[in-house]
């Protein structure tokens, strides 16, 4: 019975001196403690206008590989045409020849 009062009592007087030097510790470290916190707010400031900055970026990128491919896919498209066009042109030009004894017989 005395035992467990004791230890009680010890751990009561353990734990007010470990809560007590913490506050102490906490005003001794004041200015320590106000740096920290103006460094974690701006560390926190940054990450996240790094992030806008790279969302922006993403944003300018993509939207000009929009556009890249656009411009491929006209100019694809465009080159399809005239190779088509060329093509039937090379072809009735080369069977010319065929084609007018075809048409007098």
């Not at 400031?45 to 970026?57: F, I, S, V």
């Not at 896919?73 to 190779?83: A, G, P, Y």
Request: aromatic share 12%; with cysteine.
């Amino acid at each position: 019975m005395a035992w467990e009062k004791w230890q009680q009592v010890y751990a009561d007087l353990k734990f007010a001196n470990r809560m007590g030097s913490g506050a102490i510790r906490r005003m001794l470290n004041r200015k320590l403690s106000m740096a920290f916190e103006k460094w974690h707010f701006g560390a926190g400031e940054l990450k996240w206008q790094t992030q806008l900055a790279n969302r922006a970026l993403i944003f300018m990128v993509d939207n000009l590989l929009s556009r890249v491919l656009s411009t491929w896919l006209d100019v694809s498209s465009s080159c399809r045409e005239q190779t088509r066009l060329v093509a039937g042109a090379a072809s009735r030009w080369c069977n010319r020849a065929l084609l007018s004894g075809w048409n007098s017989w």
